[in-house]
């Protein structure tokens, strides 16, 4: 208790619960009374972001570099296990805390506009409401257990939110994938945490943190294992290979949870997790280097397969993919670097939430537009749009600043974040050269990412209208309920890079600073910093990447040559094996789910469990017995000399045995 | 007074109450069942309250029965057998309630029902091994009736295989009492079925003892059931009433596992604990995870696919119980609960369906969440709550599991980790295509939404999950001295 | 008499009267076989009562009382299945079976 | 109370129940002499009968209530409680087997009052067997029964199965009584007496035992083997047993086998207690027969049928208790044995018609809905049978396992359970024919009816079953006591233990 408004924060979480139960109850009984709910939902998620704001402050002016632990009620206590349900407000956790609840208001005011129509409204909110109930467990958890709770939470609301609509098979079946991705994620995550506590005996952050360094040797196996069991988790959370694939099947959802869910707030989990971590993975040089490669190998890997896709929330669900990859680069890379992940997750949470509620704008012009005439056209193709400016000047302009953010362009947010991560890896670089390769590795994905953004915005907003003519007279600006959230967020992702300008740039690196009292405990070894003239030319490379793909898109795509979707020839060589997503899901399913569900049908249950165990075995006694018994009843034939002979067989047998 | 009546009142009761409301006319009948299965819920639940826990047993009484034989009726309870007597008192009315419209025979039907209620407390309570050899077999009865005369189609199949498989088992487990007893005789002069009389005697491992904790065992692992005893259970549960199904789980697979906890272990601890049973154990327990949450994936019926997870289920509560730390051990009590409260939870709500729909196939469903919302409500919770779903009571147990297990097992208990994704995997799957996925058959458009009497069976049900998955300490506070009593036992000093 | 020879031929006697009932079908017959066999034994009584005392004949004539019984008791049986199957032969007795 | 036979007065009271059976049995043979015409005679004669058994028990109980023993040398007859025990069991079986022929006798016009006076006779003969301790004896007390019951077997004989039934026992009787009787010849040759107790006497100082004895020894158990219906001496049982009238088959499954059990018991433990090759032979017989028994009773849709086999599965269980030499194991199981037994077949009686040969397996269904207190007679004897927790049954084979584990017979008891579980696979059936599923017509137990006296025997019964069930305590009390006066003569033959000849 430190008698500051920050004791308060279990508010933030329990209101959002509260709006659960509310919104829940209202879903089940009363789901017509649709002010009560918009009025709870978004209400809950403005409340708990002021209490987030009043905690940072709080905490802030508290000036400790102390974690605030706050214990609520013994959880699970075993002998030497004490799991408390406690939660822990420190740098980090305040930066989530901001970041879940202010875009988590953002869209939940968006979503008042864009589900107006939906019969499931209040259902709608009250999913939203746990999950950012979970989410704030996550971040605010002060243990590993408390933080699977969220952890696992998430990934229930995602699966609830995704198979939303979930009178579509593909939505269900999406929805469903995404929670048993995460599962295998869960179960990495799951070992980690066992093997945690019988090192250190705690599950405590603060505990196993303070103790790592004695219980473990650092590169030995044990910290190594656990570390990439960890990460394994963050693989399946926060999508990077190879368990992204539940992501981009998760655009079935409402696009303000794909907003939400799957671009600012749960799949960042990961990234916050390693964070967290930072102490245990600075332990583990292998780990390390296996997050920041993968985390490299995943951006440019999803930035290939963005770059053909058609459906315009695919695009962005892979681009949330690459760059939750760069996120992981760089807390791969330790260190200050950390720092700079954090900064790029909420830099990105503006930029992409920015997109991806741009992109629902669109789609419910498109919606509407098809809907008003009846027509059957995919309202998420690309190839159906063009020219959409004139109709929705606002998104368009507010969706360029968003693409030249994520792009990479300079003064934008997500310039100042990705140059960092750059550089860092860069920096890594001079003493381990494999973050060299990592790190040209993110050069050429931020090229591809220039790219696939400007072709999205290219396809979608500009040349010729391809919707059809009766659908045009229908397309129009979203209401304000929608482009409202969209410009704060255009703000955010103009200036966001506000938060943490470089001493480069003539800032004070504040976020840096802020985090520091997390992040120098994860501090790998010793990395020489930059001079300032290499830090330049990296600045300059990167710039000139950015403006490269930006051009080169602008340049070398040709909207006005584009048809239609159902008009559309389809794609030959390379181009189709980028457009089927470089058949990844195609080999997972023949190599792991088929032969799975083959094996259990086939194999186990009708082999082994029916005929071998029950048909064989159980019934195979029964059925035994009573052909035994059938052939002594034939012995019992009315006989009377059979019956003679058989006794006299005994006789002979008992006078055997009695003298012989 | 309470103290020395309190478990008797338990056996006595329903058993009288049973055989009153077995001759009362049919539409009293239900209503008397459900008060005197009130009352005895009302008698249990002092318990909870008075319950000391100090490892050792409370509550007892000890009377001479059968002298000539050094057979006493001896019961008692502590922080293990508690809970066992607790849910079963617990279940009961819910059993009651969510039976209220059996057809045929009601009388009958609930008076069994109370008289099975005896033989379950009876085997957790006893303390004398022919009296619990008397309550383990005397329980088959209700049961092979209640499956026999009001189960699904095929239920002459089923409640004749469950009842052979069960006595099968439990007879050999008599030979093992008996040769116990009279070894514990010849060594101490004293013939005596008295369970701390013949734990005094446990034996080391020599070929006698291991006869004797093979025959235990057995009996044990058709109940609980360990693979490859398993098949009674898909047919026992898939054929019984809903009643049938949820006590089935809920309480008599609990008695394999509080058999291996009572009397497996502490009697053999030399056996138990040697290096190849504890690697066939652990070894069964861990197929039983994973071929029973396989074969559960790819079942289309939905009650053998809960048939089949139960399989899985008791797999954790087996490697808790062989782990023997005081994380696993505790972990597997509480799965043994959560198991009780979510799988009968999940055969209540597929016999409400069933009740209106008559079927158990999942394919015949889909889609229903958008006309029985509540249903599908309840039915994702419940669910949820058996993938052990953090926040749900699921989590605490199988977590606690892991962590103790892992300690002895990493192994096996990383092997044993991937049955949280089976675990989602096959019952997601079944989940999406009965309330999800489109709504293509018309029958469907129709089902009515779930009744108060219905909710009120749930309700306390989905009131244990919650409680149990955030606030377990209650639960854990009044095992805890009887675990680590248990473990001390058996493995009285701590592995290097 | 010599012990030996009297034994053995009773026992010869005996598995002829065994014999007998194995192989023929006729119930009479099998019957006398069967007195045969009594009588087999009551001539082992009669051998070993030279050494063991009057014993044994006195058990031979119990011997004959019961056989004397039993043949009253069995012809009467015998009448009742003829008046059935008008036969004694045994091949033709299987009604009850299985 | 010491009696020395010597004496004719002590002799008279040490035979006093045979004495009070005789005598009845000639007063009821004069009385069926000149009445012996209408329904009305038969049932005069039937509670004459009654009464009869009645009395007999009362003089029983008389010696045992005084703790008769005989003073000075052996006698050709025991007087211990053994003996009492036996005969309180014989006669209980028989006079619940009057109660259950009444109506069935009217029922199927079997009006010769004949019948009871064969029942008296056959008693007599069961209660000199287990008196019996001398081979002679025994044997004449074997025939006596034996004569008796095959007419009782035949008594039907309009029937052509009864008849068939009655040559049947008759010719395999014989035969079998020839075996015995060569037994007790060759017995005789090599001990030089047929007193049981004077042969343990011989045995306990003689060597190496001779092929004589041991051949004797072996035609003996063949003998007795044959009358308990231990494979593979069987093979009449379940012929004669489903043609006889249905209250002699109770009667036969019952007292005849307990008969045969008491002397069988008698003669190994007084008499060949030295010799172990018994117990082997024992051993397997007890193997074979449980086996055998249960599998084929598990073929059978006949109920009467099914109830023949499992009557031999049953003499295999109490072949353990004698391999276990468990003699109040023994009593304790016959106790229950008859008592279920003779329900099960009453039952079967109430059902069926002219025999019951006929009567299925599912000719029961929906016996339960119909008739439900027959039904649950039914059910209790069969769960007895089974030998299920709470039943006399249970008690029974308990204490018969408790004697096997406790003479080490770890294998035999496995295997008692072992194939008890297969019986379940037979008995199970019937509970479920008659609860579980539904009647194949309207009127398909309407003329299902027990009559008076042997619903009240039947409600004796069964109340028994479930009484003993649960507290066996004064049985147990009176089996150990019978059970221990059967022991080998120890006072005159103290060999030290392993020193036995033939180990």
């Not at chain 1, 990460?231 to 399946?236: D, I, R, V």
Request: a neutral charge; aromatic letters at 12%.
């Amino acid at each position: 208790m430190t008698g500051t408004a920050a004791d308060f924060v279990w508010l933030a979480p329990l209101l959002a619960l509260a709006g659960f139960v509310l919104n829940g109850a209202l879903a089940l009984w009363r789901p017509a009374a649709k002010t009560a709910v918009s009025v709870i939902g978004v209400g809950v998620l403005v409340g708990a972001f002021v209490v987030a704001v009043l905690t940072f402050r709080a905490f802030a002016g508290l000036e400790t570099d102390v974690p605030l632990l706050f214990r609520y009620w013994s959880w699970m206590p075993v002998g030497e296990l004490q799991l408390d349900v406690a939660l822990q407000v420190d740098q980090l956790s305040t930066v989530m805390l901001l970041v879940v609840t202010g875009v988590g208001s953002l869209i939940h005011l968006f979503s008042v506009g864009y589900m107006r129509e939906d019969p499931g409204y209040a259902r709608y909110f009250a999913y939203l409401n746990l999950f950012v109930f979970f989410m704030l467990v996550l971040v605010l958890g002060a243990n590993f257990a408390v933080l699977f709770v969220g952890w696992e939470g998430v990934g229930l609301c995602s699966y609830l939110l995704i198979g939303f609509w979930f009178t579509e098979t593909v939505n269900a079946d999406a929805g469903r994938k995404a929670f048993v991705v995460n599962r295998i994620g869960d179960f990495g995550f799951l070992l980690a945490m066992l093997m945690i506590f019988w090192a250190t005996g705690s599950l405590d952050f603060g505990a196993v943190f303070g103790q790592a360094p004695a219980a473990f040797d650092a590169g030995g196996a044990a910290i190594t294992g656990i570390t990439l069991l960890l990460f394994l988790g963050c693989t399946g959370k926060s999508a990077q290979i190879p368990l992204y694939t539940w992501l981009p099947d998760a655009m079935q959802g409402p696009t303000p949870v794909s907003a939400l869910i799957h671009a600012a707030t749960m799949v960042t989990a990961g990234v916050y997790l390693v964070a967290r971590c930072g102490v245990l993975f600075a332990l583990a040089p292998l780990s390390s280097a296996v997050v920041a490669g993968t985390g490299a190998l995943t951006a440019l890997f999803a930035a290939t397969i963005a770059l053909k896709q058609w459906d315009i929330k695919r695009v962005l669900a892979y681009s949330t993919i690459s760059q939750l990859g760069y996120m992981f680069l760089a807390v791969g890379t330790g260190g200050a670097a950390m720092a700079a992940g954090i900064f790029h997750l909420a830099t990105h949470a503006f930029f992409k939430a920015l997109l991806f509620l741009g992109s629902g704008s669109v789609i419910f012009a498109m919606h509407r537009a098809y809907h008003a005439t009846h027509s059957p056209e995919d309202a998420q193709d690309m190839r159906n749009m063009g020219g959409l400016r004139r109709f929705m000047p606002w998104t368009a302009m507010l969706m360029w600043i968003a693409t030249l953010a994520i792009a990479g362009v300079p003064f934008f947010s997500g310039f100042f974040s990705k140059d960092e991560i750059l550089a860092a890896a860069f920096a890594r670089g001079t003493v381990h050269p494999q973050w060299l390769v990592f790190w040209a590795i993110g050069l050429v994905a931020a090229l591809l990412t220039a790219f696939y953004m400007t072709r999205l915005m290219l396809y979608t907003f500009h040349g010729p209208n391809r919707t059809g003519e009766r659908e045009r007279q229908h397309l129009a600006e979203a209401p304000w309920m929608m482009t409202g959230p969209l410009l704060v967020l255009g703000v955010l992702s103009a200036v966001g890079g506000l938060l943490n300008l470089p001493a480069l740039w003539g800032g004070n690196a504040w976020l840096h600073h802020w985090l520091e009292p997390v992040t120098e405990s994860a501090v790998v070894d010793a990395v020489p910093p930059l001079s300032h003239g290499t830090e330049w030319v990296l600045v300059g490379i990167a710039v000139a990447v950015a403006v490269l793909g930006v051009v080169g898109a602008w340049r070398l795509l040709k909207p006005a040559g584009l048809v239609p979707a159902r008009e559309a020839p389809a794609e030959r060589g390379f181009q189709r094996v980028l457009r089927n997503k470089w058949y990844v899901d195609e080999i997972y399913d023949a190599l792991i789910v088929r032969p799975i569900v083959w094996l259990s049908r086939e194999v186990l249950w009708k082999r082994v469990d029916q005929r071998l165990v029950d048909g064989a075995g159980v019934n195979g006694a029964a059925r035994a017995a009573r052909a035994w018994g059938a052939l002594g009843t034939r012995l019992q034939n009315g006989q009377v000399g059979v019956y003679v002979a058989l006794f006299v067989v005994g006789v002979l047998l008992v006078l055997w045995r009695a003298i012989g | 007074m309470y103290e020395r009546w309190a478990l008797t009142a338990l056996l006595v009761w329903p058993l009288v109450a049973g055989l009153g409301v077995m001759v009362l006319p049919a539409p009293r009948a239900r209503a008397a069942a459900l008060v005197a299965s009130l009352v005895e819920f009302a008698i249990s639940a002092p318990l909870w309250w008075t319950f000391v826990p100090d490892g050792g047993m409370q509550f007892l009484a000890d009377y001479a029965w059968i002298p000539a034989w050094g057979i006493r009726y001896t019961v008692g309870v502590d922080g293990i057998s508690l809970f066992m007597v607790l849910l079963t008192t617990f279940l009961m009315p819910l059993s009651v309630l969510g039976s209220w419209n059996i057809p045929r025979r009601q009388p009958a039907f609930f008076g069994l029902l109370l008289i099975l209620t005896t033989g379950m407390i009876g085997v957790f309570v006893s303390l004398d091994l022919f009296l619990f050899y008397v309550m383990w077999e005397v329980m088959l009865i209700p049961m092979y009736f209640i499956i026999g005369v009001w189960g699904g189609d095929n239920r002459l199949y089923a409640a004749i295989k469950f009842f052979i498989y069960t006595m099968f088992g439990s007879l050999l487990m008599l030979v093992a009492i008996l040769a116990l007893y009279t070894a514990a005789g010849r060594a101490t002069g004293t013939y005596s079925f008295a369970y701390t009389h013949l734990l005094s005697q446990a034996t080391q491992p020599g070929p006698t003892a291991w006869w004797l904790f093979g025959a235990f065992f057995l009996a044990f692992a058709i109940k609980v059931p360990l693979f490859p005893f398993h098949t009674w259970l898909p047919d026992a549960h898939v054929e019984a009433p809903t009643a049938g199904s949820v006590i089935l789980a809920g309480i008599l697979l609990k008695m394999g596992t509080y058999g291996f906890l009572r009397f497996a272990l502490p009697l053999f601890p030399g056996v138990a604990l040697h290096e190849t049973v504890q690697f066939a154990i652990v070894a069964l327990s861990l197929v039983g995870i994973i071929y029973g949450g396989l074969v559960a994936m790819v079942q289309p019926d939905f009650k053998k696919l809960i048939a089949y997870s139960s399989v899985s289920h008791l797999g954790f509560v087996m490697l808790g119980i062989w782990a023997l730390t005081l994380q696993s051990v505790q972990g597997a009590l509480l799965v043994m609960i959560n198991h009780g409260i979510s799988t009968g939870a999940l055969f209540f709500l597929v016999g409400m369906i069933y009740e209106r729909r008559h079927s158990r196939m999942i394919d015949a469903y889909g889609g229903i969440a958008r006309v029985v919302p509540l249903f599908a409500a309840i039915l994702t919770v419940v669910s949820l709550s058996s993938i052990g779903l953090p926040g749900t009571n699921g989590f605490v147990g199988e977590f606690l599991v892991l962590l103790g297990a892992f300690r002895h097992y990493p192994v096996a208990t990383a092997i044993a980790t991937t049955g949280v994704i089976i675990a989602a995997a096959y019952l997601l799957w079944a989940l999406q295509r009965i309330i999800f996925n489109p709504l293509t058959d018309p029958e469907n458009e129709r089902l009515t939404d779930l009744t108060p009497r219905e909710l009120l069976v749930l309700v306390p049900l989905l009131a244990c999950i919650v409680w149990i998955g955030v606030y377990p300490k209650p639960f854990l506070r009044r095992m805890e001295p009887a675990a680590r009593a248990l473990i001390e036992q058996v493995r009285p000093a701590p592995l290097p | 008499m010599l012990l030996g020879p009297a034994l053995a031929i009773s026992a010869v006697l005996f598995t002829l009267g065994v014999a007998g009932v194995l192989l023929r079908r006729n119930v009479i017959v099998i019957f006398i076989c069967v007195e045969l066999m009594l009588n087999a034994v009551n001539l082992t009584f009669v051998a070993l009562s030279q050494h063991l005392g009057v014993g044994g004949q006195v058990f031979v004539f119990f011997v004959m009382a019961v056989a004397a019984a039993e043949a009253a008791v069995g012809l009467a049986i015998i009448l009742a299945v003829y008046r059935h199957q008008r036969s004694v032969d045994l091949q033709n007795m299987r009604l009850l079976k299985g | 109370m010491s009696l020395d036979p010597t004496r004719y007065g002590d002799l008279a009271l040490i035979l006093l129940p045979e004495l009070v059976l005789t005598g009845w049995a000639l007063i009821v043979l004069l009385f069926v002499a000149w009445r012996h015409e209408t329904a009305r005679d038969l049932r005069i004669t039937g509670w004459l009968t009654f009464a009869g058994f009645v009395a007999t028990a009362g003089a029983v109980w008389w010696l045992w209530w005084r703790v008769a023993h005989a003073a000075g040398l052996a006698g050709m007859i025991a007087v211990d409680d053994f003996r009492w025990a036996c005969d309180w069991i014989f006669l209980g079986a028989a006079a619940l087997t009057v109660l259950l022929s009444f109506r069935y006798l009217e029922r199927e016009q079997l009006l010769a009052p004949e019948y009871y006076v064969l029942l008296i006779f056959a008693t007599l003969g069961m209660m000199i067997m287990a008196g019996g301790a001398d081979l002679m004896v025994i044997f004449l007390g074997l025939e006596l029964m034996s004569i008796a019951v095959y007419v009782l077997a035949g008594f039907d004989r309009r029937r052509a199965r009864s008849a068939e039934a009655a040559i049947k026992y008759f010719l395999l009787g014989a035969f079998a009584s020839g075996f015995l009787l060569y037994g007790i010849a060759l017995v005789y040759g090599a001990t030089g007496t047929t007193n049981i107790v004077l042969i343990g006497v011989q045995l306990g100082f003689a060597g190496r035992p001779g092929v004589m004895l041991l051949a004797g020894l072996a035609l003996l158990l063949v003998g007795f083997a044959f009358k308990v219906a231990a494979v593979p001496f069987h093979a009449w049982a379940p012929d004669v047993y489903d043609g006889a009238p249905t209250p002699v088959t109770a009667f036969m499954a019952t007292g005849v086998k307990a008969a045969a059990f008491a002397a069988l018991f008698r003669v190994l433990l007084e008499g060949f207690a030295p010799l172990d090759v018994w117990r082997h032979i024992v051993w397997w017989l007890a193997l074979v027969t449980m086996i055998g028994g249960n599998l084929l009773a598990l073929g059978q849709r006949s109920v009467k049928r099914m109830l023949a086999y499992s009557s031999v599965a049953h003499a295999g269980y109490l072949l353990v208790a004698v391999a276990a030499e468990g003699t109040a194991a023994f009593l304790v199981y016959l106790a229950a044995y008859t008592l279920m037994t003779l329900g099960a077949f009453a039952v079967l009686a109430a059902k069926g018609r002219e025999g019951e040969s006929e009567v299925t397996i599912d000719d029961l269904s929906g016996l339960g809905g119909q008739r439900p207190w027959l039904a649950f007679a039914m059910a209790v004897c069969m769960l007895s049978l089974l030998g299920f927790p709470a039943t006399a049954g249970f008690i029974g084979k308990w204490y018969i396992l408790l004697a096997a584990t406790q003479a080490g017979e770890n294998l035999l008891a496995a295997a008692l359970v072992v194939t008890s579980v297969v019986s379940a696979g037979y008995y199970l059936p019937v509970i479920m024919a008659m609860y579980m599923k539904p009647e194949s017509s309207e009127a398909a137990h309407v003329d299902v009816r027990l009559g008076r006296t042997a619903a009240v025997a039947v409600a004796l019964m069964t109340a028994g079953i479930l009484i003993l069930g649960v507290w066996p305590n004064r049985l147990f009390d009176l089996a150990r006591t019978a059970g221990d006066s059967v022991r080998p003569a120890n006072t005159l033959s103290a060999p030290p233990s392993g020193a036995r000849p033939g180990n």
